[in-house]
């Protein structure tokens, strides 16, 4: 796919998320779906590229929602692209940041959600990651499939993912 294949297909697919989200029934995954399947529709890209746009779209969109949210939301938008909002062209811009808001929403509840419903405990098996003591904040990583020990440094036997 050329290059500005490429650019347009992200476009058509940002655009496309930017709709489907506007409907607050929608989780991102649906969202996502939608816009693949109207990308789709518009003709002249393959599935496998549609895909590939889509995981695109998806990295840009997490990485700017899982970032801190400041107070003066241009200079932190500006912060992250590292350059002046001024020199954005085209809608896109608007449309990514209002995917990455209602995502950075979706993300926090989905995060409360997993923090209420799943807790980790000592004893339970753990893919790798870092995991800090709910009771004094001591951080335990592991590289592998692990057994969550009591913390090491309290006892304390729940723990969050970080």
Same mark, same amino acid.
């Given at each position: 796919m ?10 058509? @697919?940002? #655009? /496309?998320l930017? &709709?489907?989200?506007d409907?607050?029934?929608?989780? +991102?995954?649906?969202?996502? =779906?939608?816009?693949?399947e109207?990308?789709?529709e @518009?003709? #002249? /890209?393959?599935? &496998? ?7 695109? +779209?998806?990295?840009?969109v =997490?990485?700017?929602a899982?970032s801190?949210q ?12 590292k350059?002046?909002?001024e020199?954005?062209?085209n ?8 995917i ?13 959600e ?7 405990q ?10 800090v ?15 969550l ?7 304390g ?6």
């Amino acid at each position: 796919m050329g290059e500005s294949k490429l650019t347009k297909a992200y476009d058509d @697919l940002m #655009g /496309h998320l930017y &709709e489907a989200m506007d409907d607050t029934l929608h989780t +991102v995954a649906d969202a996502l =779906e939608i816009a693949k399947e109207k990308t789709s529709e @518009l003709g #002249g /890209h393959t599935q &496998e590229e549609i895909n590939k746009i889509a995981d695109y +779209v998806m990295r840009d969109v =997490e990485h700017v929602a899982a970032s801190p949210q400041r107070e003066d939301r241009n200079d932190s938008w500006s912060e992250w692209l590292k350059f002046d909002l001024e020199l954005i062209e085209n809608f896109a811009l608007d449309a990514f940041m209002s995917i990455a808001d209602k995502t950075r929403v979706k993300l926090a509840a989905l995060e409360m959600e997993a923090k209420q419903y799943h807790p980790y405990q000592s004893g339970d098996v753990t893919g790798p990651g870092t995991f800090v003591c709910d009771a004094c904040g001591k951080q335990i990583a592991f590289k592998s499939t692990s057994v969550l020990p009591d913390c090491p440094e309290c006892k304390g036997t729940r723990f969050s993912r970080c």
